[in-house]
């Protein structure tokens, strides 16, 4: 148990100090300047116009995924950031067989025309 020790320090303090700084705005804050137009949804100055549960296009959907695949591509490629000579021919390979599917995922996007504008 004694292992575990700087790490359940490290979390009772980490606890603590989130709940402290998100505790620590409210006796300060002020209730009096609430009024209808400063809780009203904002949309760049101009009034909201329409219902906020209207239906996106595909592509916002298509584009936001795209922008996810290189930060998850990054996550995948820590394990290679080791000296060469830790990584056998198993690992290097496996990376080989990742790199390869994310390029024809990539070439499918292109040749689909994804990242085009209209």
Known sequence: MSE???IS???????LVSLI????????ASNS???PEKLSAYECGFDPSGDA???????????????????LEVTFFFPWAVPPNKIDLFGFWSM?????????GFLYEW????SDRE
């Open 4 to 6: 575990f020790a700087p």
């Open 9 to 15: 320090i490290y979390l009772v303090i980490s606890l």
């Open 21 to 28: 700084l998100l505790g620590v705005p409210f006796p300060f």
């Open 33 to 35: 300047s609430t009024y």
């Open 53 to 71: 549960r209207s239906r996106f296009d595909i592509r916002f959907y298509l584009v936001s995924i795209l922008f996810l695949i290189p930060d």
């Open 96 to 104: 080989m067989a990742f790199l390869f599917i994310l390029t024809i």
């Open 111 to 114: 040749k689909r025309g994804a």
